[in-house]
C-alpha cells in the first residue's frame, strides 16, 4: 500500500513538473524571451528533468536550420529536404563523430507542411521503458509550443521589418516630393516642362532648374545609385550642396564639380555615387557651359533640327577621391533650341522583344516636335516610349526635362 501511495506521488509530481514547464515556457513566450532563452528552457525541461538528454532539433525558415543540438559528440549534418527525416528503419544522423543514435523523431507540421523535426534518445544504455517512450505525449506537446512560438517570433520580427520598410518608404516619397519641382514660375528666356516617375515608392532621380541671379540659370539632372531612404538622404544632401555652392561659391564649373564630388563621397562613404548633368546658362551670351559626370547624354537640338548630344565632362560624382579629369563643354544656343535631360529609364527601357528605346527615337520625335511647346514634346516623347514597351513593365526610375530657350 505504501509503495502504490509513493508511486501516485511520484507522478503526480512529474505531472505538476511537465505543467510547470509547459506554464514556464509559455512566460517565455509572454515575456517575449530571445530564441536562445526559449530553446534552454526546452533543452533544461527535457534534459535535466526528464532525462532526455540527446536531443536535435531541426526547423523550417525558408530552409532547414539547426536549432539545437545537444548530446551528440559531433557537429550535426546540414538539411536540404524533409525526406531525410522521413527515411525507413534506424533513425540516425551521421555527425562528425559517427553515427548518433535516437529513440524517435517527433514532427512539427501546420496545414500539413512541416515546421520542424525533433529527435530525441539517450546518452546512455538504460533499461527498461525510455523516457523518450515514457514521456512521448509531453514531448511533442512541448515541442509544438516551442516550434508554434518560435516560428510566431520570426514572423512578427518579419512584420516589423515590413511595416518599418514601408515607413522608410513613405518617408523617402515625402522627402522625394520636396526635392522634384512640381511647378516652374515663368521665365522672360526660357519655357519648362519636367516629368518624374520612379519605378518603385522611391526612386533616385533628380532634377532642377535654379535662377542663381539675373544673369545665371542652372541645369541639372542627377541619378543616385540606390534606392529607398539612404538614396533619398544622400539626394537631399546633393541638392542642398548644389545649391549652396552654385548660389555662394564662385562661377566656377571645375571647383564646383569637384566640391560636389568631395560631398559626396563624404556622405556616401564609396557606398554610392551620384550620376550628373549640370550647366550653366548665361542670358546676356545665349552660352551654356555644362559638365557631365557620368550621365547619358542631353540632347541640344537647334531649331533646324541639328542635334548636339554633350558628353563632356567626367565621372560620376563619388567614385573617386579625386576625379582624375574634368571637361567642360560650351555650346552657343540658338533661339528656338530645346534641351533635353532625362534619365535612362527612358532611353534603356525595353519592348518585350529586349530592345532598348534608344536615343535615335527620342531624337527623332523631338525633330518632328521642334517647333512645337515643351510640353506638347514632353507628352510625345513619354507616349511614344509608352507604345514602345508595350506590356513590358518599367524596370528604371524616369525624368525627363525638357528645357525651350526664347
Known amino acids: ?56 532539433l531541426y526547423a523550417f525558415d525558408g530552409s532547414w536550420k539547426c536549432l539545437l543540438a545537444t548530446g551528440v559528440e559531433g557537429t550535426v549534418p546540414e538539411v536540404k529536404e524533409r525526406s531525410f527525416f522521413e527515411q525507413e528503419g534506424r533513425i540516425a544522423l551521421t555527425s562528425t563523430a559517427g553515427d548518433e543514435q535516437f529513440d524517435v523523431v517527433i514532427p512539427v507540421s501546420h496545414d500539413g507542411e512541416p515546421l520542424a523535426y525533433l529527435l530525441a534518445g539517450e546518452t546512455a544504455e538504460g533499461r527498461g521503458l525510455s523516457p523518450v517512450v515514457k514521456h512521448l505525449n509531453f514531448i511533442q506537446t512541448l515541442t509544438n509550443v516551442l516550434v508554434v512560438a518560435l516560428q510566431n517570433k520570426r514572423l512578427e520580427e518579419e512584420r516589423v521589418d515590413r511595416e518599418a520598410t514601408r515607413r522608410e518608404l513613405e518617408l523617402a516619397a515625402d522627402m522625394q516630393t520636396l526635392l522634384v519641382p512640381t511647378e516652374w514660375p515663368a521665365d522672360v528666356d526660357i519655357d519648362i516642362a519636367a516629368f518624374y516617375q520612379p519605378h518603385l515608392e ?103 533640327g541639328k542635334v548636339n548630344q554633350l558628353m563632356f565632362g567626367s565621372v560620376g560624382l563619388g567614385m573617386f577621391h579625386d576625379i582624375p579629369s574634368i571637361e567642360v563643354g560650351t555650346e552657343q544656343v540658338a533661339r528656338g533650341s530645346t534641351l533635353a535631360c532625362y534619365t535612362d529609364g527612358l532611353v534603356e527601357q525595353e519592348n518585350e522583344e529586349g530592345v532598348p528605346y534608344g536615343m535615335q527615337r527620342m531624337e527623332d520625335i523631338m525633330c518632328e516636335r521642334r517647333g512645337m511647346k515643351v510640353d506638347e514634346i514632353q507628352h510625345a516623347l513619354l507616349n511614344s516610349v509608352q507604345e514602345f514597351q508595350g506590356e513590358e513593365p518599367s524596370f528604371d526610375d524616369t525624368a525627363l526635362l525638357v528645357v525651350r530657350f526664347k
Not at 509572454?30 to 532563452?37: F, G, I, S, V
Not at 569637384?258 to 551670351?285: D, H, P
Open 1 to 56: 500500500m505504501g509503495h502504490s501511495i509513493q508511486r501516485l506521488e511520484q507522478r503526480l509530481e512529474l505531472q505538476d513538473y511537465k505543467l510547470s514547464a509547459l506554464l514556464d515556457v509559455t512566460r517565455g513566450i509572454n515575456a517575449r524571451a530571445t530564441e536562445a532563452e526559449l530553446l534552454e528552457m526546452f533543452r533544461e525541461s527535457l534534459s535535466e528533468h526528464l532525462g532526455i538528454n540527446r536531443l536535435v
Open 202 to 304: 522611391v526612386g533616385g532621380d533628380y532634377f532642377d532648374v535654379i535662377a542663381v541671379d539675373d544673369e545665371r540659370l542652372v541645369f541639372c539632372m542627377a541619378d543616385v545609385s540606390g534606392k529607398g531612404m539612404a538614396a533619398a538622404f544622400l539626394m537631399s544632401n546633393f541638392q542642398a550642396n548644389l545649391r549652396a555652392i552654385f548660389q555662394y561659391e564662385s562661377d566656377d564649373l571645375l571647383g564646383t564639380v569637384r566640391r560636389l564630388n568631395q560631398r559626396v563621397m563624404e556622405n556616401a562613404r564609396g557606398e554610392k555615387y551620384i550620376t550628373m548633368f549640370a550647366a550653366v546658362y548665361y542670358r546676356s551670351t545665349r552660352v551654356l557651359n555644362y559638365v557631365n559626370c557620368g550621365h547619358n547624354p542631353p540632347v541640344l537640338m537647334a531649331p533646324d
